[in-house]
Antibody, heavy 120, light 107 residues
């Protein structure tokens, strides 16, 4: 059974840093596309970042240069390093496992989310 | 970035109603679009991928259609479990973008 468990959220001051973790079971993180999606309180979904099985990474313009997606193959865990945090980064952050189909990729499995609050 | 315009932003419907939600892309995205359902306090759930393919385990009352710029999610007969917010997501080009969501409420 595929499971994704996020951790690492919490309260951080503007300008601070936080690292989110997403522990995976039931599949191998390094062999899959993995992504982060966030949702600000009362708002819609926003795609944040993706890492390909080959290691390529892509980011939303709003986080480019501040956030870094990575993985630890030995721990089967996905990470999101968030630096220079802003109040507008306050959100629930979800990790997801993607499946590739023809030219598209879809978010088949999701974690439960972890809340990041950026506030002084 | 490709803009995804979803409509309506909310709707009220009764059990048994046919419901249609649309998503329009600001440029052509072939069929690189998925539909997701989200209930309050929960993670999103995949319903449709590649614009029209039903995810395994999703009831057949859900269907998707479209290609290029115009896409539709249809619920043929609304059930009580379907009251939720629905999002489209394009993965044709980076940055991937979601529609703003459609909240389906009980009439």
């Amino acid at each position: 059974e595929v499971q994704l468990v996020e951790s690492g959220g919490g309260l951080v001051q503007p300008g601070g840093s936080l690292r989110l973790s997403c522990a995976a079971s039931g599949f191998t993180v390094s062999s899959n596309y993995m992504s982060w999606v966030r949702q600000a309180p009362g708002k819609g979904l926003e795609w944040v970042s993706v890492i390909y099985s080959g290691g390529s990474t892509y980011y939303a313009d709003s986080v480019k240069g501040r956030f870094t997606i990575s993985r630890d193959n030995s721990r089967n865990t996905l990470y999101l390093q968030m630096n220079s945090l802003r109040t507008e980064d306050t959100a629930v952050y979800y990790c997801a496992r993607l499946v590739s189909y023809v030219t598209t990729k879809y978010f088949q499995h999701w974690g439960q989310g972890t809340l990041v609050t950026v506030s002084s | 970035a490709i803009q995804m315009t979803q409509s309506p932003s909310s709707l009220s419907a009764s059990v048994g109603d046919r419901v249609t939600i649309t998503c329009r892309a600001s440029q052509g995205i072939n069929k690189d679009l998925g539909w997701y359902q989200q209930k309050p306090g929960k993670a999103p759930k995949l319903l449709i991928y590649a614009a029209s393919s039903l995810e395994s385990g999703v009831p057949s009352r859900f269907s998707g259609s479209g290609s290029g710029t115009d896409f539709t999610l249809t619920i043929s007969s609304l059930q009580s479990d379907d009251f939720a917010t629905y999002y489209c997501l394009q993965d044709y080009s980076y940055p991937w973008t979601f529609g703003q969501g459609t909240k389906v409420e009980i009439k």
